[in-house]
């Protein structure tokens, strides 16, 4: 149990939805308000089991190949974007197609069809099989090289001299900078990626638990395992040196982990839902937690327009963000 004499949580902030997902959440629900169960959704429409668990209830069918989509049928993209072919079979396919890609990410698409326009090749930071990998490194046929690592950079053979960096939206400075540094000592030359393409939501959280970690005694990351941007909020967690553990709710919560320990840091992954972090906390008191103690922290004010087509009278077209 937590320490009964002053046990305490400490709430990171910001947590959980970032306006990506936000979005991208709100694009399903007025779809199938708009034109009715089912719609079909090409991949997790965001990394979270509860999330997409609740929006198939609604009637979303959630599809990898777009062979499975009836013609006629409405499709939404998810947020992690997907790759010209994607975009050209579903256009074939004639789907009424709604775009959940994250602004952040598209930005990223764009930035890599103009230099690919002026001679140039890539070098993508991220992880292999990630869906917005897949999606980013999709927008060229050729000219396009993965790297997960330092080690990886020793394996890239650009043909030419021109040469830019991009990355996986998910990941932070900090996540990129040891990789970049190395892109940097064997390309002098590389064009370098605007700051703007880290996702904010990603260092804002990370940067959250830098603060956290130091002063609580086990860290709690609401998450669910396929999330890229959860698991690095625990990693970096135990980077710093304080014990932490990813879970997808408050079943999944271990009373032994708490045993003895005065301060319990808790935060969420971009995609995790404040309900899920609501339920952790009753259970952390239930535990022994006699105080929840909101940290000072950035305080986000990111709203995306959705997509022609899906703003009802009297509705915002721009998303307010979800509590």
Same mark, same amino acid.
């Given at each position: ?43 997790? #429409? ?19 190949? %777009? ?59 991220? =992880? ?11 927008? %060229?046929?050729?000219? #396009? ?99 932490? =553990? ?37 259970? %952390? ?17 990111? =709203?995306?327009? %959705? ?17």
């Amino acid at each position: 149990m937590i320490s009964k004499h002053n046990g305490e949580v400490l709430l990171a902030e910001p947590r959980g939805f970032c306006a990506g997902v936000d979005r991208a959440i709100e694009i399903v629900e007025r779809a199938l308000r708009k034109y009715g169960r089912p719609i079909y959704v090409r991949h997790e #429409i965001v990394h979270n089991t509860y999330v997409v668990n609740d929006l198939k209830a609604k009637g979303a069918i959630f599809i990898e190949d %777009l062979a499975e989509v009836p013609p006629g049928a409405t499709l939404v993209f998810s947020a992690h974007g997907v790759s010209k072919a994607v975009r050209v079979e579903a256009a074939q396919r004639g789907f009424q197609v709604f775009d959940a890609t994250c602004p952040l990410v598209t930005k990223v698409h764009v930035e890599v069809a103009k230099l690919a326009k002026e001679g140039y090749e890539f070098v993508m930071i991220g =992880h292999k099989g990630h869906p917005e990998v897949e999606g980013t490194m999709g927008q %060229l046929s050729e000219g #396009i090289y993965l790297v997960e690592d330092v080690a990886d950079v020793a394996g890239v053979q650009p043909r030419g001299d021109k040469l830019a960096v991009v990355t996986q939206t998910t990941l932070s400075v900090d996540d990129a900078a040891g990789i970049l540094a190395e892109v940097k000592r064997r390309f002098p030359q590389v064009r370098e990626p605007k700051q703007q393409d880290i996702c904010y939501a990603t260092q804002n959280r990370q940067d959250a638990v830098k603060v956290m970690a130091p002063q609580v005694d086990v860290v709690i990351v609401v998450g669910s395992p396929s999330s890229s941007n959860s698991n690095r909020l625990r990693e970096l967690a135990e980077r710093l040196g304080t014990e932490a =553990h990813m879970v997808e709710g408050a079943q999944d919560l271990q009373a032994a982990w708490f045993e003895g320990r005065q301060r319990v840091g808790l935060t969420a992954g971009a995609s995790a839902p404040d309900v899920l972090v609501q339920a952790v906390i009753d259970r %952390l008191r239930e535990y022994g937690a006699l105080t929840i103690r909101k940290m000072d922290g950035v305080v986000e004010d990111v =709203h995306f327009p %959705l997509p022609r087509g899906l703003g009802n009278r009297g509705m915002s077209e721009v998303v307010p963000p979800r509590s």
